[in-house]
């Protein structure tokens, strides 16, 4: 007689509860990022910070030296072309018939026996 009080379970119940059961089953946790992790991580964001604000600053100051190069050389450059004019300008005037023109201008006579030749070193 006991065996009519038990009514036989269906397949659809069986089916239920096992996916009742599947759902049931906990969740997998992601592992929690522990207090030394953090610190480390944080040590190497702020590494790369300095190291970012370190490469742009030594880059700023090259290229401020490559400039006052850059200035120098101009005004060597300018320089240069003064000192080559000027020596155009004495080669010119130290000509000798400017000369000779020049002294008959201001009176003076040319002695032979009393001309002195200099030579440039």
């Known amino acids: ?3 009519l009080a038990r ?3 269906t397949s659809s119940e069986t089916q239920t509860q ?3 059961e599947v759902q049931q089953q906990p969740l997998k946790r992601r592992a929690q990022i522990t207090l030394g992790e953090k610190i480390i991580a944080s040590i190497f964001a702020l590494f790369v910070v300095f190291m970012a604000v370190k490469i742009i600053s ?3 100051a090259i290229y401020n030296v ?3 190069i850059e200035d120098t050389k101009t ?3 300018s320089k240069n072309k003064a000192v ?3 020596k155009m300008q004495v080669s010119d005037l130290s000509r000798y018939d400017r000369i000779y023109k020049k002294a008959k201008e201001l009176g003076l006579k040319l002695d032979e026996n009393n001309v002195k030749v ?3 070193k």
């Open 84 to 86: 080559d004019d000027l």
């Open 66 to 68: 490559n400039k006052s």
């Open 75 to 77: 005004t060597i450059n």
């Open 1 to 3: 007689m006991s065996n």
């Open 7 to 9: 009514q036989p379970k």
């Open 18 to 20: 096992k996916q009742v």
């Open 58 to 60: 030594t880059e700023a």
């Open 118 to 120: 200099v030579e440039n």
